[in-house]
Nanobody
Framework: QVQLVESGGGLVQAGGSLRLSCAAS????????MGWFRQAPGKEREFVAT????????YYSDSVKGRFTISRDNAKNTVYLQMNSLKPGDTALYYC??????????????WGQGTQVTVSS
């Protein structure tokens, strides 16, 4: 059973930065594309970004492109999301999961607890 632990969220002012981490256990993530998702109150879960097996390819939603950077360290079984120029609209609970190449939905049924990002104006 894969376990995912997201961390690094917090309360920041608009224009600030945060770096999120997703530590996986129970499975080796090197064989999977990994992605970040977020969900704000009253909204559906939204795809944010994905990264290929060794980080050679990345894809971002239009809402975060140019501001967020996804990366991974397979030796640490960890995925990161560097978030710069944060906006109040980025406020959400952020989750990570495996994804299939070219897809924007989760691959594993198990989700972590998520990490809360709150951006004030």
């Amino acid at each position: 059973q894969v376990q995912l632990v997201e961390s690094g969220g917090g309360l920041v002012q608009a224009g600030g930065s945060l770096r999120l981490s997703c530590a996986a256990s129970g499975r080796t993530i090197s064989s999977f594309y990994m992605g970040w998702f977020r969900q704000a109150p009253g909204k559906e879960r939204e795809f944010v970004a994905t990264i290929s097996w060794n980080g050679g390819s990345t894809y971002y939603s239009d809402s975060v492109k140019g501001r967020f950077t996804i990366s991974r360290d397979n030796a640490k079984n960890t995925v990161y999301l560097q978030m710069n120029s944060l906006k109040p609209g980025d406020t959400a609970l952020y989750y990570c999961n495996a994804v299939q190449p070219g897809q924007r939905h989760e691959l594993w049924r198990s989700w972590g607890q998520g990490t809360q990002v709150t951006v004030s104006s």
